[in-house]
């Protein structure tokens, strides 16, 4: 089957660096793709890696290992509004989307 | 319009009740699609279309139907609603099917 695995949720301090790491199984790669969603708000695209390595753009940098089945979100100089889920998906061999759960970050003073 | 709207923004439904949402886009999109969210589960798909005329299921479809009459809408309908098809429902679009989706400010559902 097709697995994605995020934390459930993470804690950090506002100013800090966190890393939210996600790893996957799935029928193919075609891509994998970041999303952030404010609680009772949609999915807003943060970042897509489909070759092996960092992609920078910001506060926000997002690592792939496709040998490994794992990315990584690396969110630099935190700040409050940065309190959000972040939702990690492959896109699989049918160009369809496979969704983790999903981390929430709780950020604090 | 700009990008994606939904409606209703939310609804409660009587179960057993016929309910057909919403979803334009203006952004000439090629392919849209229908996700439910449901807490501690991933986004799931309920069904897509990758281009005017033509749709298909996805990985929750059991309930739900769709058309795409043109490029800007696709609608989802539930024919008889259960409890539990109580959700947030988002609809998303892309380019080309193959690339990133943008999604809509979703629906909030509730079957009692």
């Known amino acids: 089957g097709q697995n994605i695995d995020q934390p459930t949720e993470m804690t950090a301090t506002e100013g800090a660096i966190v890393q ?90 | 319009i700009a990008g994606i709207t939904q409606a209703p923004t939310s609804q409660i439904l009587a179960a057993g009740r016929r309910m057909t949402l919403r979803c334009t886009q203006d952004m000439r999109h090629n392919a849209m699609y229908w996700y439910r969210q449901d807490l501690g589960l991933g986004l799931r798909l309920i069904h897509y279309s990758n281009t005017a005329g033509t749709t298909g299921k996805g990985e929750v479809p059991d309930g739900y139907s769709v058309s795409r009459a043109n490029t800007d809408d696709f609608p989802l309908t539930l024919a008889s609603a259960v409890p539990s098809q109580t959700s947030v429902y988002f609809c998303a679009s892309s380019t080309s099917g193959r690339d990133t989706q943008y999604f809509g400010p979703g629906t909030r559902l509730t079957v009692l």
């Open chain 1, 20 to 109: 939210i790491n996600c790893t996957y199984q799935t029928s193919g790669f075609n891509g994998l793709f970041w999303y952030q969603q404010h609680a009772g708000e949609a999915p807003t695209f943060l970042s897509y890696n489909v070759l092996d390595g960092l992609e920078e753009k910001g506060r926000f940098s997002s690592f792939l290992s496709r040998s490994k089945g794992y990315s990584y979100l690396l969110l630099k100089e935190l700040q409050m509004k940065d309190s959000a889920s972040y939702l990690c998906a492959v896109m699989d061999s049918n160009y369809q989307l496979i969704w983790g759960a999903g981390t929430k970050l709780i950020i604090k003073p």
